[in-house]
């Protein structure tokens, strides 16, 4: 009995935090669109400036600062290194100390390495996983952040925006730098006639099952750009 609640609990938490929906970016200016997979739950933020785009999502907890950033741009620089220093830097100047502690390719995406960072801010140690998406001039970086002892829940979080993160020109006509929205249309045109038909013979009703109280994230305010 124990063991279903605590089921159930963790469901209700891990359910509106694990439900992604596609965030569109679409170019206002000479930054490159794109579209990556995030949680619905999760707060966002986006802005573009100065030829970049910038967007941001995350879950506020006592833990820490859970997150992931995106930002699009077009560059003259293509090479990994370079763009690793790059970021190095950037880094540096969000944390107060950063280590660089590997880097690997992704199983499922040919095209892209990931790098792993341990970084300090004030007290709380955080992991960072970090990637490039490149092509034809123009940078995608992402930065996946999450306290250290939490990184390993957050992974497949990670691991799905790394997947889904790609050029794009944008969100279709329905909007743009925000999640899609999807409606549902009943396939009974209006103009079909309606039959009277004999009542079918009573069934017994199922009772319906009580539904998993959902457990909003820490911190209603908007997450302020900061990178």
């Not at 963790?10 to 000479?30: E, H, M, N, R, T």
């Not at 293509?78 to 190095?88: G, N, T």
């Not at 743009?176 to 079918?200: I, W, Y």
Request: charged share 20%; aromatic share 8%.
């Amino acid at each position: 009995m124990l063991r279903t609640i605590y089921t159930l609990l963790l469901a209700a938490i891990w359910v509106p935090s694990l439900s992604a929906v596609v965030f569109y970016w679409q170019p206002k200016g000479d930054e490159p669109g794109f579209t990556i997979d995030v949680p619905g739950a999760w707060k966002q933020a986006s802005r573009a400036r100065d030829g970049v785009a910038n967007a941001q999502f995350e879950r506020l907890e006592k833990s820490g600062r859970i997150a992931i950033e995106v930002r699009a741009y077009s560059s003259e620089a293509s090479d990994i290194e370079q763009l690793v220093l790059q970021l190095r830097t950037r880094l540096a100047v969000k944390f107060d100390r950063v280590y660089l502690l590997g880097r690997k390719g992704l199983h499922y995406r040919k095209d892209v390495e990931k790098q792993i960072w341990s970084a300090m801010l004030g007290k709380k140690k955080y992991t960072l996983t970090t990637a490039f998406v490149v092509q034809d001039g123009k940078v995608l970086q992402i930065i996946c952040i999450a306290p250290a002892n939490r990184a390993k829940e957050y992974a497949l979080v990670f691991d799905n925006a790394f997947l889904s993160l790609n050029f794009s020109d944008g969100a279709p006509e329905s909007g743009s730098g925000s999640a899609a929205k999807h409606e549902e249309v009943s396939s009974v045109p209006e103009s079909t006639p309606t039959t009277t038909t004999p009542p079918a013979a009573a069934v017994p009703a199922v009772p319906a099952i009580p539904a998993i109280p959902t457990v909003p994230s820490t911190g209603s305010k908007v997450p302020k750009i900061t990178f």
